[in-house]
């Protein structure tokens, strides 16, 4: 019989699965005391100042059954130039479905019957070299995820990544035949050249016709799923800017794809455990169906080593390559401002967290106070592997990361605590405009995410060195502005800048020596203060 899988697929992988209506649990609510978790299916949200953040103020049953390029379509394309709706806006969205062609075309002699078939979407985003970015979308076929408790195979991936001390991502070498159907390749655009990264261990590596299988009389498809699956493999799973990659090129993929957050479910396929991040797919992307782990893929059909269990999909796409993300491959200045990918994104992360009514559009009129909030990077003597194995739920075993020592971290200010001291004063100071300072200085580290994100919502001006970190600027309210310290000559690298225009607001980047000159930063922020427009939210 042809079944559906539900939010929970019973650990006896022999179990029927039940009906994909089946609703996902609330999740907790966040631990954040002005955050008023709203109804799911509650009226439109009361933001006074939310203006064009269309996607802020819709009931959260409203985004789950919208596709995400229908909640981007509302945010424009672009200012800054004559491709920038290309690049950033929903011409890009367009121009990337628009390439779409047959990879794997329904055999008409096939015996099986799955009727399987397979579209790539190639494409050759500006000024990114290579050979283009894919995605996928395979249909009627059938994945083994039963590799996934195969203990020698997903051992030695972790035991090479400890050895590298976690250089090499612990992105499994699938079998030829993990995925299969009854489709024919076509050699002309079936090619591992145009699959960067783990993209070909998903495509060309994995699929095999299944009359070329050896076991082709267990592909069985007992087992249906019926709603979309994408699989994604993540960059790393704790450094904030490049998990965004994938949290952006999820978004990415779902518009191009047309598919809407509560049909949507989320494999990773890497190895990694859950990691600080674990809200965005947790939430973000997780509605009627929970984001899964590759554990718990092996929890729900792994086998033992020489058995296998396929599961069919009726669609099943391969997500976008973390480091081919608009938001990432641009180094350079970039003049695009505005964009509708990045303020839709934002926006789409705000609301399904929960904290739209912790954003300064909450409020009736904009405030007088100005809140500078200071990055201070400082050192976790635990590696995030340390911290986030669990040897129950995890491929990552506790006693794995013992000999790992203390971690280093650099790009750290010498006198943090001379800045912090310096910026509030600040604080009894007057400014021409009328405005009042407040200090914030944060250790991210010690934050839960979504507190993180409730700092970024709350903030005027972001102060802080080049890193990971600064990737919250795009969380920040429309008037705010980011001032990135170049303390490490780190200055040629302008992802920040750029991700400050894409959204739309100021940025100033200056390099400065280490111990920071505390004076001088202190004149930067004063005329920052002073150019905010409190009649602005």
């Known amino acids: 019989s042809k079944e559906t899988q539900r939010n929970q697929p019973p650990n006896d992988r022999h179990q029927a699965t039940v009906q994909a209506s089946a ?23 009361d933001l006074p100042g939310a203006g064009n953040h269309r996607i802020l103020q819709m009931p959260l049953d409203e985004i789950r059954d919208t596709s995400i390029d229908m909640l981007m379509s509302s945010y424009g394309e672009a200012e800054g130039g004559p491709t920038c709706g290309a690049d950033f806006g929903n011409q890009l969205i367009k121009r990337w479905r628009d390439t779409r062609e047959v990879n794997c075309a329904p055999s ?6 799955l009727n399987s078939k397979i579209d790539c979407f190639l494409m050759h985003q500006n000024h990114h070299h ?54 024919d390749v076509q050699p002309e655009h079936w090619q591992s050249r145009v ?6 261990d998903l495509t060309t590596g994995a699929y095999r016709h299944i009359r070329e299988l050896k076991n082709a009389d267990q592909v069985q498809c007992d087992t249906w799923i019926e709603h979309p699956v994408l699989m994604q493999e993540r960059d790393t799973f704790a450094n904030f800017f490049h998990d965004s ?35 965005m797919w947790k939430e973000v992307y997780s509605h009627d169906y929970p984001a899964y782990t590759a554990f718990d893929l092996k929890t729900h059909y792994g086998v033992p080593a020489g058995q296998s269990n396929y599961v069919c999909f009726r669609k099943l796409a391969m997500g976008i390559y973390g480091p081919a993300a608009p938001t990432t491959i641009c180094s350079w200045d970039h003049p695009c401002k505005k964009t509708a990918l990045v303020r ?13 009514n912790v954003t300064h559009y909450a409020s009736s009129k904009p405030k007088r106070e100005v809140v500078i909030t200071y990055m201070s990077r400082r050192p976790s003597k635990e590696w995030p592997e340390k911290k986030y194995c669990d040897d129950e739920k995890s491929f990552f075993r506790c006693a794995l990361w013992q000999n790992f020592g203390p971690r280093s971290l650099g790009r750290m200010i010498r006198n943090d605590q001379d800045v912090i001291n310096a910026l509030h004063r600040l604080e009894s100071e007057s400014f021409a405009n009328g405005a009042t300072v407040k200090i914030t200085a944060v250790d991210f580290n010690v934050l839960s995410f979504k507190e993180q994100i409730a700092v970024d919502l709350q903030t005027d001006i972001m102060v802080g060195p080049h890193g990971a970190g600064l990737m919250h600027n795009i969380f920040m309210r429309d008037r705010a502005s980011l001032i990135e310290l170049f303390i490490d000559g780190s200055g040629a690298n302008r992802h920040f800048h ?30 920052h203060i002073s150019s905010i427009d409190l009649n602005a939210y």
């Open 23 to 45: 609703q996902q649990s609330t999740p907790p609510q966040p631990s954040l005391s002005q955050v008023q978790q709203q109804s799911h299916s509650g009226d439109r949200i």
């Open 108 to 113: 008409g002699n096939s015996d099986n019957k």
């Open 130 to 183: 290579g050979n283009g970015d894919n995605l996928c979308l395979m249909e009627n076929v059938a994945m083994d995820l039963g590799v996934y408790g195969h203990d020698q195979f997903t051992r030695s991936i972790i035991d090479h990544y400890v050895q590298t001390r976690h250089a090499d991502q612990p992105y499994p070498k699938f079998p030829s035949g993990f995925i299969t159907g009854d489709c």
């Open 195 to 200: 699959m960067p990264g783990w993209n070909a």
């Open 245 to 279: 990659e994938d949290f952006v090129n999820v978004f990415l993929a779902m518009a191009v794809l047309q598919w809407k957050p509560r049909d949507t479910q989320l494999f990773l396929m890497d190895l990694y455990p859950q990691g600080p991040f674990w809200n």
């Open 344 to 356: 839709s994104y934002s926006d789409f992360v705000i609301r399904t967290l929960g904290l739209q």
């Open 498 to 527: 750029n991700l400050a225009g894409w959204y739309g607001r100021k940025y100033e980047g200056v390099s400065m020596s280490n111990p920071v000159n505390i004076e001088e930063l202190l004149r930067i922020v004063r005329r």
